[in-house]
């Protein structure tokens, strides 16, 4: 099994440009999360999905959209990129509520 | 706001037991203390769980105290492997499927040769 993959490793961008951040997990767990983590501050929820086809807010939704149109993919997309969103990005993904388990993370600059 | 309090860094001899605190005094009756940990640039790890036992797996042990305000995670034969930062976190269960977890700085710590 591969876990939970994330897609790309590094991305650059400039301000205004879009982009979509692929996760993908293959022990076909219900839920699936975004995250991102700055210096200084612990992870923060972005988008989180309890199934395919649903999505909801995490602690910091705002700049970005997310879509679960099939159950082992959960897409997290910036429409117009501002330099505050620069970040390392993390998914994970879990059975339940209890044990997550994260992707290697996806380093995004954006200047 | 993270409801947990840790240390900002410890160190730990290597072969010895890593003992990391976790201060929890708000937790309510229904919420979990999850331990993760990061190694560098990786993404977190799930170590372990717990509600009012005391836990232990492959990876490490969880202590609650009683009255649940404090919480302790311990490595029994820490390596240099376990160099990580250590998160501690309460699981909010808040109304509905809106159960997050919320992320503090946690503890970095160190084994040493």
């Not at chain 1, 990129?81 to 998914?91: E, G, H, L, M």
């Not at chain 2, 937790?27 to 560098?40: A, L, M, T």
């Amino acid at each position: 099994n591969a876990g939970v993959t994330q897609t790309p490793k590094f991305r650059v961008l400039k301000t205004g440009q879009s982009m979509t951040l692929l996760c993908a997990q293959d022990m076909n767990h219900e839920y699936m999360y975004w995250y991102r983590q700055d210096p200084g501050m612990g992870l923060r929820l972005i988008h989180y999905s309890v199934g395919e086809g649903t999505t909801a807010k995490g602690e910091v939704p705002d700049g970005y959209n997310v879509s679960r149109l099939k159950k082992q993919n959960f897409l997290l997309g910036l429409e117009s990129a501002a330099p505050s969103q620069t970040s390392v990005y993390f998914c994970a993904s879990s059975y339940s509520f209890n044990e997550q388990y994260f992707g290697p993370g996806t380093r995004l600059t954006v200047t | 706001d993270a409801k947990t309090t840790q240390p900002t860094s410890m160190d730990c001899a290597e072969g010895r037991a890593a003992n990391l605190p976790c201060n929890h005094s708000t937790i309510s009756g229904n919420e979990y203390v999850y331990w993760y940990r990061q190694i560098h640039s990786q993404g977190p790890q799930y170590i372990i769980h717990g509600l009012k036992n005391n836990e232990t797996n492959e990876m490490a042990s969880l202590i609650i105290t009683e009255d649940r305000k404090s919480s302790t995670l311990i490595l029994p034969h820490a390596t240099l492997r376990d160099t990580a930062v250590y998160y501690c976190i309460v699981r909010v269960a808040n109304a509905g499927n809106n159960r997050k977890l919320i992320w503090g700085l946690g503890t970095s710590l160190a084994v040493n040769p």
